[in-house]
């Protein structure tokens, strides 16, 4: 969800600006930065990714990870379905 | 939809599977050179985790590293025997030999057993017999007035239709040869629900007498004469008659077995239910079971015994299913097959089994590191598996080619008579069985290496030096030893069977025939020239070398000759009737006893004097005469055949073989032709001076002076008669044999295999023995010891085994019980004798074992 959530925010990115991404926006949160390779794999299985060499920043050649639109609904539901997990857990955590 | 792209994405995958290895790494290495210029290279490492199990895990996201990973097994497993070609080789044949056989009974008996008759819904056809309760026959034919009755009464039957047997002769080149085909009523064609492939079959019209003559032909008949379709509604002539061709049948149909031709056959508009020569086909109406039109038709039956109480005295009804009908005693004979195959097959395997445990004990090292380097329990299994079932596999190939070859020679020889015996061949069906074979048998025998190589804890095998000795593991031998056990229980079951199939054939052929076949030419001819067969033979004694000339309704070695049961009527004795009364009946020329050399008992033969107008007169054989005149002299008493005149006994002939089942002459009376109704045809026997083959051309030559038109239906020594005679039975012992000698010879070089490696990882201990004193008497005592108790229990078990299924082999024995005592003891002491000298060769080697040396090694 991270994945898709940063790619839907900032448009093609190549992998390594998606784990400096994740890493900026959740400062907490500690991923072993190399696992994103598999679960993008994964995603391009799924066809919720597309992926195609391109130039990056620094003229190098990167691997560019884009959105598709089967890709932007399963961020939806995923992001709905989150929220509603973090709904009913609040409810549980609040004080009455 | 979604689906489908996914399942294309990998596949994609699949093939560019190098440019994806390139692309992640060169992605991930960018990434740490990136990371590397912001935090420097120690801490990017340490952030990004290990690379290499992270490009492990991608791939694997993409699912195909199963099959990679058998596809790894498979190559190293082709490499692996390659490797050992001496295993491989050894193992492939034994499957070969194994799956070959198998596939080719398998193929009989699907063309004969499984696959369903050619006509649509073969499972609701059936024929329909009288029985005749007070002679214990099921299955007798059917006059055609009880069948007009049936068909009437019954509700069981969508159609129901009577035919008999045909034959019309046709001239092929200059001899005049015998075509069979058959006469059938109006619902023969529907009944079977087979339509013509050409023109159309008969209608009811038809049927009437009155009609013009008709005919329907086979398509191999339709061949024969040309195969113009135009044929169709042209006429054909058959012996004097002219027929118009109505229709051909489609290739392949021959019902009854063997017809050429269809006639129409008019009903029987007399009221003589006494003619009882037809037989009934039928189809069962749909929901109706065999079962349900059996008690029907036997109500019926019933009400015609009541109604007919002369003719049909006793009579019932018997509704067989058609395919029962056809393939009737061959079921046993193939299941017999099928029995031995299925013991060759085992045996083959437990011998490849035994094998790949010795070739996985000397591996234990290599599957030890495997484990410790952290493969998988399941994945070693599976690399044994795969190794064992391509064993299978290619064992099947090579024995699926030899089974080809030897299904088409079977096919070819036909040497049992099998009926549909020319659909029989190696078809799609039987690549299945013999596929789904080889691969159980694999799974079968690579199963027990398997599990026990990649049993957790053989680690300690690794501590081992390559040569340690394995006498630790007594588990391991026993398992084997087992292997043994069984095999040699099932070879000594197939010897057994072999042995009782043997001793059914010795008995068969010692039986005394009664007669001196050597030197005698026979000839059948039809039974239109009966009448004047006595000319015949008086041109056929004229020829030089010809000693004497006789005929009969039977050659002396056929049981042809007509018999009943309570037709001999003994002067001063009650009319009698049963199957124990049955009692052949014979007409003979003067000189047939003399052309068959049989010999008198007592008092005469016939002669020329026995005349029509003499006194009428009869010859009885032994059988007879110890059956109805015990301790009685029978010469000048007075018998006759239903009902007709009495005839006074003049002489007693010697038993000649041929009359009866199971060795016991049949009782039977002897006419003379000019006195008596000639029953059959005519059988002619030429005794010749000269060796008789020698005159086939000359005697042959002389019928076709005296009569160009007569059909000659056999000319042949009465020598091969013979031998043919006993083809069927010599066939099925000689397969038997051949199935038990490979069981034998398998099944001893798995006790050697066993013994011998049990000697090879005993060498220390042998070697501590000796070196203790013990005697190289008592070295070998003890392996053959082993070696002995193995065949003990084999023994035991093939016999418990031998004694509940030899009685499967009952039908095909000739004069020995299934239990023969003979048969035991003889299959036990061949195969003990083998074991033996299977054991003896490696007990031999262990009493070599020098100590020094087997001390030493460790």
Known sequence: MLILKSLARLGPMHGYGIAQHIQQMSEILQVEEGSLYPALQRMLIKGWVTAEWGQSENNRRARYYRLTASGKKQLSVEISEFEKVMQAITRVIQPA | ?858
């Open chain 2, 1 to 858: 939809m979604q689906w489908f792209s996914e399942v294309w994405r990998r596949l994609l995958f699949l093939f560019r599977r190098r440019q994806f290895d390139r692309d992640l790494e060169e992605e991930m290495r960018f990434h740490m050179e990136m990371k590397a210029r912001e935090a420097g290279p120690v801490a990017a490492q340490r952030k990004f985790g290990n690379a290499a199990l992270l490009q492990e895990d991608s791939r694997e996201a993409w699912g195909w590293t199963g099959l990679e990973a058998w596809a790894d097994d498979l190559k190293y497993a082709l490499r692996a025997l390659r490797k050992n070609p001496g295993f491989t080789s050894v193992a492939v044949l034994t499957m070969a030999l194994g799956i070959g056989a198998g596939t080719a009974v398998f193929s009989v008996v699907n063309g004969v057993l499984l696959r369903p008759l050619p006509f649509p819904q073969p499972d609701r056809l059936t024929m329909v017999w009288e029985t005749r309760e007070q002679r214990g026959e099921d299955r007798t034919m059917v006059s055609y007035q009880n069948f007009r009755d049936w068909k009437e009464q019954s509700r069981s039957f969508e159609r129901m239709a009577a035919f008999v047997g045909a034959g019309v002769r046709m001239n092929v080149g200059d001899e005049p040869v015998m075509i069979p085909g058959a006469s059938v009523s109006r619902d023969f064609f529907p009944a079977l629900g087979v339509q013509p492939m050409l023109g159309r079959t008969f209608v009811p019209e038809e049927e009437r007498k009155s009609a013009a003559p008709v005919t329907v032909l086979s398509y191999s008949f339709w061949q024969k004469l040309g195969g113009d379709r135009s044929l169709v509604g042209k006429k054909v002539q058959f012996d004097r008659e002219v027929f118009t061709v109505l229709g051909i049948m489609p290739r392949g149909f021959a019902f009854p077995a063997g017809s050429e031709f269809w006639l129409s056959l008019p009903p029987d508009e007399s009221h003589n239910r006494g003619d009882c020569s037809f037989r009934v086909v039928a189809r069962l109406q749909d929901g109706v079971t065999a079962a349900r039109a059996q008690s029907e038709m036997q109500t019926i039956a019933t009400r015609l015994r009541q109604a007919y109480p002369k003719e049909n005295n006793g009579a019932g009804a018997n509704v067989v299913p058609l395919m029962e009908q056809i393939v009737g005693e061959a079921r046993s004979a193939l299941s017999v097959f099928m029995g031995a195959v299925a013991c060759v097959l085992l045996i083959a395997c437990v011998n490849v089994a035994n094998l790949l445990v010795v070739r996985a004990a000397a591996r234990r090292r290599e599957f030890a590191l495997r484990l410790t380097l952290g493969a998988g329990r399941w994945r070693v299994a599976r690399y044994l598996l795969t190794e064992s079932v391509l064993l299978a596999l290619a064992g099947a190939a090579v024995g699926v080619a030899a089974a080809r070859g030897l299904v088409r020679v079977f096919v070819a020889l036909d040497p049992i008579h099998l009926p549909r015996i020319q659909e029989v061949a190696v078809d799609g069906r039987v690549l299945l069985y013999t596929m789904a074979a080889a691969m159980v048998t694999g799974i079968l025998f690579g199963l027990a290496p398997a599990l026990r190589i990649s049993r957790p804890g053989l680690v300690n095998w690794l501590k081992q030096g390559p040569g340690a000795s394995g006498s630790g593991e007594p588990g391991r031998n026993r398992g084997r030893s087992v292997l043994a056990a069984v095999q040699i229980a099932l070879a000594v079951m197939l010897l057994i069977g072999a042995g009782l199939l043997m001793r059914s054939f010795v008995l068969r052929v010692s039986v005394p025939l009664g007669f001196r076949p050597e030197g005698v030419l026979g000839i059948e001819l039809p039974w239109s020239i009966r009448q004047r067969v006595d000319e015949l033979l008086e041109r056929l004694r004229a020829l030089p070398g010809v000693q004497a000339a006789g005929a009969a309704t039977a050659f002396p070695q056929d049981s042809a000759g007509s018999y009943c049961g309570g037709c001999l009527e003994i002067e001063g004795q009650p009319k009698r009737e049963g199957k124990q009364y049955d009692t052949g009946y014979m007409v003979a020329t003067p000189e047939f006893f003399r052309a068959a050399g049989m010999s008198l008992r007592e008092g005469r033969f016939f002669t020329a004097a026995d005349g029509r107008d003499a006194p009428q007169v009869v010859v009885i054989n032994e059988a007879l005469a110890r059956r109805d005149f015990p301790e009685q002299d029978p010469i000048g008493r007075h018998i006759r055949w239903g009902g007709e005149q009495w005839s006074t006994v003049i002489g007693v002939a010697g038993n000649v073989k041929g009359f009866g089942i199971a060795g016991d002459p049949m009782p039977a009376v002897y006419f003379p032709n000019r006195q008596a109704d000639w029953g059959n045809g005519v059988q002619v026997l030429v005794r010749t001076s000269v060796p008789p083959a020698s005159m086939a051309g000359a005697v042959r030559k002389e019928m076709r002076s005296w009569n160009r038109r007569m059909m000659i239906l056999q000319l042949d020594t009465v020598d091969n008669m013979l031998a043919s005679s006993v083809t069927v039975p010599r066939f099925y012992m000689l397969l038997v044999a051949v199935f038990a000698g490979l069981a034998l010879a398998v099944s001893s070089i798995g006790v050697y295999g066993t013994i011998n490696y049990s000697v090879a990882t005993r060498t220390q201990e042998i070697g501590i023995r000796m070196a203790l004193g013990a005697e190289r008497g008592d070295i070998l005592a003890m392996i053959l010891g082993q070696g002995m108790a193995l065949t003990t229990w084999g023994l035991v078990i093939g016999l418990a085994g031998a004694w509940a299924s030899t009685r499967v082999l009952e039908s095909l024995l000739f004069g020995v019980r299934p239990g023969d005592a003979v048969a035991f003891a003889s299959a036990s002491g061949a195969l003990a004798l083998a074991i033996l000298l299977a054991c003896y060769v490696p007990a031999r080697r262990a009493t070599r074992i020098d100590p020094l040396e087997a001390v030493k090694h460790e």
